[in-house]
């Protein structure tokens, strides 16, 4: 059995308290119900709130602790190499909106820690994307002109405060990290605070939409509503519209322990290595977490336990590490565009919203879609840069060879996942922490083995449409390559769009 670096489990999971809402235990009423209680449901949520609308936040899980309490926390507007892109695919205008929108969801972050007071470790700090070789120059330098002429203060730098030397780089100054746990931790509480009622083990799996919606709950309860907001990362209601156009991956994380004097003071991002991202945050006595994330790969991929100590590896040699002290991973959805949708859930919806698609930038874009989401349900005005973001957008030469590729992906993944063959031959060759899919009494069951020898078996078929679940060696889950649905050994849900377990299998 390989021995990981460090705890298996987020630091800002770790440096919390865990959260005790009740469950839903009866059905209620009122103006707004959101699905999903990470960043984009909380601030969505809290902002309903404050407008006087009554709001119900379900969480199928803790609130909190799914995708935003894995994420790496940086709050930014410097997104890698998007500014020039968006120029070329649609406009020096939707580079505008889309630097604008951004910057508005950092200024209103500070509002809300002076407004509330909330202790959240927000620190300001200059944002880097660099590269290493030179022939990476040119994309950096053109993308910190175009970032510039879309309103950000961007230039392009040779030097930074990295231990390592670097070819180029786009800075980006007057940029934040955060605690994102203990910030919407704070958030929540003040929702409560003005009535917002949340609701933690309760897992959504119907929406009815009609004049008023209904959403239905694993218990059996429900909740009516004039507007429903699915903020569940992956939207778990969309059959169509969405499915096609985003692209699931995990990226790892590791952490460790430096010293204050080695902190670079500044958020970094390349994509060279497969992608390395670095922040630090600030631990006390001395000392700093450096918080290092890279190594993409798509679920159900085998190999992860590699790819992370490639990231241990780099994080070591590149800094003065005293111990690695955490590892985790983070799940993000791509869309076929590269920009986040935040609007109506289907097209012809009038009180169904959703926002998903935030390719790892998942802070900002959380902000910014709590602040559209609220403006489009209580018809303020709506912000300039609105039009950007909506689903029913169609941008054909953007989007159509990553639509294409995944779709065709997906299709692929469908028939190969039931024919593809397994790395073990039977039941016996399945090494203790180990997992594989394997043909037993004619049924192909996804099987664990855990650190004692008993074995755990469970259906190898995803869910929600169905391809066939991997495993990832590393976090010990069934994921599915499709979607990313994610399932614990034993087959219980631990990430949607799926929101029925994996049947279990008896291998007698």
């Known amino acids: 059995m390989t021995v990981m670096p460090g705890r298996a489990e987020s630091y800002w999971m770790d440096s919390t308290a865990a959260t005790g809402y009740p469950a839903l235990s009866e059905d209620v009423q009122v103006d707004v119900a959101v699905i999903g209680a990470g960043i984009v449901g909380v601030c969505t949520a809290w902002e309903l709130a404050r407008t006087g609308r009554s709001v119900a936040l379900l969480e199928a899980d803790r609130i909190v602790a799914n995708t935003t309490g894995y994420t790496t926390g940086k709050l930014t507007s410097l997104h890698t190499l998007i500014y ?3 120029s070329g695919d649609l406009g020096a205008d939707a ?3 889309y630097a604008t929108s951004q910057q508005d969801a ?3 972050v500070h509002e809300i820690v002076a407004e509330l007071g909330i202790d959240c470790d927000l620190e ?9 070789e030179d022939d990476g120059v040119e994309a950096v330098r053109a993308e910190a002109e175009a970032a510039a002429d ?5 230039q392009f ?5 990295l231990p390592f030397p670097i070819a180029g780089a786009v800075r980006v100054d007057g940029q934040a990290q955060f605690h994102p746990r203990k910030y919407l931790l704070g958030l929540a509480a003040d929702l409560v605070a003005r009535g917002g009622m949340i609701f933690e083990r309760t897992r959504v799996v119907g929406l009815a939409e009609d004049r008023d919606c209904r959403v239905t709950t694993e218990a059996g309860h429900a909740v009516s509503a004039r507007d429903v907001v699915v903020a569940t990362h992956y939207p778990v209601f969309d059959r169509g519209q969405l499915m096609t156009r985003l692209v699931p991956h995990r990226e790892l994380v590791v952490a460790g322990t430096i010293a204050d004097s080695d902190d670079p003071a500044g958020m970094f991002i390349t994509r060279e290595d497969d992608t390395r991202s670095v922040r630090t945050a600030p631990l006390g006595d001395g000392r700093r977490l450096v918080i290092v994330t890279g190594e993409k790969f798509a679920l159900g991929s085998s190999g992860v336990t590699e790819r992370l100590w490639r990231l241990v590896g780099w994080t070591r040699r590149m800094f003065d590490v005293e111990a690695i002290t955490y590892h985790w991973a983070a799940q993000d959805n791509v869309s076929t565009d590269g920009l986040p949708f935040v609007g109506p859930l289907r097209l012809g919806a009038e009180h169904t919203w959703v926002a998903g698609g935030f390719g790892g930038w998942g802070m900002s874009n959380g902000v910014m879609a709590s602040r559209l989401l609220t403006s489009l349900i209580t018809g303020a005005a709506r912000p300039p840069w609105a039009g950007l973001y909506t689903p029913k957008r169609l941008n054909l030469l953007a989007e159509a060879p990553s639509f294409v590729k995944n779709t065709a992906f997906i299709a692929k993944e469908f028939v190969a996942g039931r024919l593809r063959s397994s790395h073990v031959d039977k039941l016996a060759d399945v090494a203790p922490g180990q997992g594989a899919v394997l043909r037993v009494h004619g049924q192909r069951c996804a099987v664990y083995r855990d650190d004692d020898g ?3 078996a469970v259906s190898a078929t995803c869910t929600h449409l169905g391809c066939t679940v991997g495993f990832n060696d590393v976090e010990r889950t069934w994921d599915c390559p499709c979607h990313g649905s994610r399932f614990d050994v034993d087959g219980a849900v631990l990430h949607g769009p799926a929101n029925q ?6 291998l007698a």
């Open 84 to 86: 020039d892109r968006l």
């Open 95 to 97: 580079a505008r909106h």
């Open 106 to 108: 950092l200024g209103r």
């Open 124 to 132: 300001i700090r200059p944002a880097y994307t660099y590269v290493t």
């Open 150 to 154: 879309a309103g950000l203060p961007a």
């Open 157 to 161: 730098v040779t030097t930074t405060t």
């Open 454 to 456: 008993a074995m755990h």
């Open 501 to 506: 377990p994996l049947e279990p299998r008896d």
